[in-house]
């Protein structure tokens, strides 16, 4: 079975602080994929980053960066110099390639983040 | 251009009537979603289509009824929902099931209040 766990439920920082936001993943996959959504107060979740199991280079786009660590089962989402606009509910989500239910993404419950002026 | 549409972005019907909601990508993408998602929750997957034919139904009520037209749309028929389908209803589109092409993106959404 797959699990994503998100145990930051809600985390508020002022404007321009670093936050980093957690998620650790489970499954009994040797290939699978990691990827980052955001979900703003409109609704519509945002792709932001995909990271396949095999490739563990770490990614920075702009203000974003993304810590994949095997060892550890994690996949963290780091947002530096954070601004109001970055205030949304991140989702970081897990999908293998078994067959079945393991195929499809599996959700952390995310983290709501709040960036306050 | 990762742009999925859905139509309408709000709506709220009685438990007797019959509703569609309307998706619509043209990224040449070959798989189609549907979930609902409950304030404060993760999205839920309801429907999988690839290629046009329903790949996965994950146990939804028959009062959800899917279809999907042609290979840029999809809309889900709704009948006798009760008020806890209430909820925010998300198309995504992959290029294909499978591997890194599976990526999926969103739509809007579709907000539903069922009275």
């Known amino acids: 079975a797959q699990k994503v766990t998100q145990a930051q439920t809600e985390i508020s920082v002022v404007e321009k602080e670093d936050v980093t936001l957690d998620c650790v993943y489970e499954t009994r996959d040797t290939t699978y994929y990691l990827f980052w959504y955001k979900q703003p107060p409109s609704g519509e979740l945002v792709f932001l980053i995909r990271?396949?199991?095999?490739?563990?280079q770490n990614e920075i786009s702009g203000r974003y960066s993304w810590n994949f660590q095997k060892s550890t089962s994690s996949f963290n989402f780091t947002i530096t110099a954070s601004q109001v606009v970055d205030s949304a509910v991140y989702f970081c989500a897990l999908r293998g390639r078994a067959s079945g239910s393991a195929r499809q993404l599996t959700f952390g419950s995310g983290t709501q983040l709040t960036v306050l002026p | 251009d990762t742009e999925v549409t859905q139509t309408p972005k709000h709506l709220v019907m009685g438990m007797t009537n019959k509703k569609s909601l309307k998706c619509e990508q043209h990224?040449?993408?070959?798989?189609m979603y549907w979930y609902k998602q409950k304030a404060k929750k993760p999205p839920e997957l309801m429907f999988v289509y690839s290629y046009e034919k329903l790949s996965i139904n994950e146990s939804v009520p028959s009062r959800f009824s899917p279809e999907c037209p042609n290979s840029s749309l999809l809309n889900l028929h709704l009948h006798a929902l009760q008020p806890e389908d209430s909820a925010l209803y998300l198309c995504?589109?992959?290029?294909?099931?499978?591997?890194?092409?599976?990526?999926?993106?969103f739509g809007p959404g579709t907000r539903l209040l069922v009275l």
């Open positions: 990271r396949n199991s095999f490739d563990e």
């Open positions: 990224m040449g993408h070959r798989a």
């Open positions: 995504a589109s992959s290029q294909d099931l499978g591997g890194a092409r599976e990526t999926q993106y």
